[in-house]
């Protein structure tokens, strides 16, 4: 059974680019969520997408920006990079038809990094 | 809004000692309680969750937690450290509305000596 999946592990790009990161859910998993940590703190809750839609948003610029595809794989774009976007983005997978206990099951990450 | 506090950025333990990583929760509904391990360059991996069952959870890897309403806290403990259990560890707590946000604390850093 795969697990959730991210690419690239790493990357590297230069402030005011734009970057493309993705995940695969969990496979019988519906919900994808996005988290970004920054070294040494905690994942912060960036958005998550139920059937293709954002279902809800934590404090982060509009220039953080998603999409869920009909096979519930998910795309995280951020624009206008800035230094401080450096950090691990994880992708966390659940069923949200499932009991109210939303597990979610996160995947390996994607470290980027802004010069 | 709910929120999580984990006490004490760094613990460090002898192997065979007991682990004891405090965590403490500020929510306005029934929260949802978890705790993750995240080793170096990897994702986070559930080792627990408290979801208003048992007031006492056993997880994975010989780690439980209890549930204490009245200090609102769920520290994690396990009897008897590995040396394998170095990691960072970090508590949540399910945001309201029951949408499956989760909310993490700073995290604690395990070392365990030998």
């Known amino acids: 059974d795969a697990g959730v999946t991210q690419s690239p592990t790493h990357l590297i790009k230069t402030r005011g680019q734009q970057v493309t990161l993705r995940c695969s859910p969990k496979?019988?998993?519906?919900?994808v969520s996005w988290y970004q940590q920054a070294l040494g703190q905690g994942p912060q809750f960036i958005f998550q997408y139920y059937e293709e839609e954002e279902r809800q948003r934590g404090n982060f610029p509009d220039r953080f920006s998603g999409h869920q595809f009909p096979n519930y794989s998910s795309e995280l774009n951020v624009n206008a990079l800035l230094l401080g976007d450096s950090a691990l983005y994880l992708c966390a997978s659940s069923l949200v038809s499932r009991t109210v206990s939303y597990e979610q099951y996160f995947g390996p990450g994607t470290r980027l990094t802004v010069t | 809004a709910q929120s999580v506090t984990q006490l004490g950025s760094h613990v460090s333990v002898s192997e065979g000692a007991l682990v004891l990583l405090r965590c403490n929760y500020s929510s306005s509904v029934p929260p949802y309680l978890f705790w993750y391990v995240q080793y170096p360059n990897q994702g986070l991996q559930l080792l627990l969750k408290?979801?208003?069952?048992?007031?006492l959870v056993k997880g994975i890897n010989g780690f439980e937690a209890e549930f204490k309403k009245s200090e609102t806290s769920f520290h994690l403990t396990k009897p008897s450290a590995h040396m394998s259990d170095a990691a960072e560890y970090f508590c949540a707590v399910s945001g309201s509305g029951n949408t499956g946000k989760l909310i993490f604390g700073q995290g604690t850093t395990l070392q365990v000596k030998p």
């Open positions: 496979s019988g998993h519906d919900t």
């Open positions: 408290y979801t208003s069952a048992a007031t």
